[in-house]
């Protein structure tokens, strides 16, 4: 199989990490996943087996996976590994590729809103406090600048006279229904979109993404057609914030990919990986390689059955 590293120039001193796990064991599973799976009266293997029947019974999404893949210079298996990991650990998959589509015009009749406090995020962001952001024409850089101003100011203080919540960005201004919330095939929250709808325009050329039009937004996460680059744009910045900051080529790891889709900011645990090793090699220690979560575990564990049918 072509593993494909498209668009990134991976520098001589890019050490490779090879496939598989790191961990002979999985990590731990967080409580609030298994608690999620208990209550819907099945278990992980049971969930992992219902997402493979649905890769594995539709060509079309095969296909699907295949293209955006080439699109963005990947391996298809990341997304692949994406998706398993997500309706896995987070939600179930529906039996059919056509659920999805249901359930992103159903979305389409909603009145939704980015807000909190009856403050729009488009406002909201408008804020001086925000000022160092303005001139950021870059949609990843630009919500990456916001979230870390959020994180800055705001999180857990008290601005203005209104509370703000010790959450994250995302959590507070972006899931209008509930807290945790992600959506689609690929459970992208509308954060992760709206960071790389730049690069989606770019390559796929699709609609830039306007949070002052959140159905726009949720149409585009929750409709497969649209939602699969976007997917691929996650991971695609994983894989090229691993080569350029920490100089590891992850490409060849689905499970580390998948690892970085389900915990997030790779550039900022790219750059702490990069800090960790150079003390350790002032401490004449080998580098630690960047290692699979029990999301990514998985992938990797499953991954000769998930190659066969690509």
């Known amino acids: 199989m072509v593993i494909f590293v498209g668009g990134v120039s991976c520098a001589a001193a890019a050490t490779l990490v090879p496939p598989g796990n790191r961990s002979a064991e999985q990590p731990g599973v967080p409580g609030a996943s298994t608690k999620r799976t208990t209550a819907g009266n099945t278990t992980f293997e049971?969930?992992?087996r219902k997402v493979y029947s649905l890769l594995k019974d539709d060509k079309s999404l095969r296909s699907k996976i295949s293209q955006a893949a080439a699109a963005y210079g990947i391996d298809p298996l990341h997304i692949v590994g994406a998706i398993v990991g997500e309706?896995?650990?987070?939600v179930d998959a529906y039996d059919r590729?056509?659920?999805y589509y249901v359930k992103a015009i159903a979305y389409l009749s909603s009145s939704l809103t980015f807000r909190y406090e009856g403050e729009d995020v488009s406002d909201f962001v408008k804020r001086p406090q925000f000022s160092e952001c303005t001139k950021i024409s870059s949609s990843y850089e630009l919500w990456s600048c916001r979230e870390t101003v959020w994180n800055r100011s705001f999180r857990g203080k008290t601005v203005d006279g209104i509370s703000f919540p010790n959450d994250r960005f995302s959590a507070t201004f972006f899931q209008p229904f509930y807290a945790g919330q992600t959506f689609g095939l690929g459970q992208l929250n509308p954060l992760t979109a709206l960071?790389?709808?730049d690069l989606v325009h770019d390559v796929s050329g699709l609609p830039k993404l306007d949070p002052s039009r959140p159905n726009q937004v949720y149409e585009t996460i929750m409709d497969p057609d649209l939602t699969l680059p976007y997917v691929a744009a996650a991971l695609k910045k994983s894989i090229d914030a691993y080569n350029k900051i920490a100089g590891f080529d992850i490409s060849q790891n689905p499970g580390v990919t998948a690892t970085l889709y389900n915990v997030g900011n790779p550039?900022?645990?790219?750059?702490a990986l990069r800090s960790e090793n150079r003390k350790r090699k002032a401490q004449g220690l080998s580098p630690r390689l960047p290692e699979e979560n029990y999301y990514g575990w998985l992938v990797n564990e499953k991954?000769?059955?998930l190659k066969a049918l690509f």
């Open 303 to 305: 991954l000769p059955e």
């Open 97 to 99: 590729l056509q659920t």
């Open 87 to 90: 309706h896995t650990y987070n």
């Open 195 to 197: 960071q790389m709808s």
């Open 267 to 271: 550039e900022d645990r790219a750059r």
């Open 46 to 48: 049971a969930k992992y």
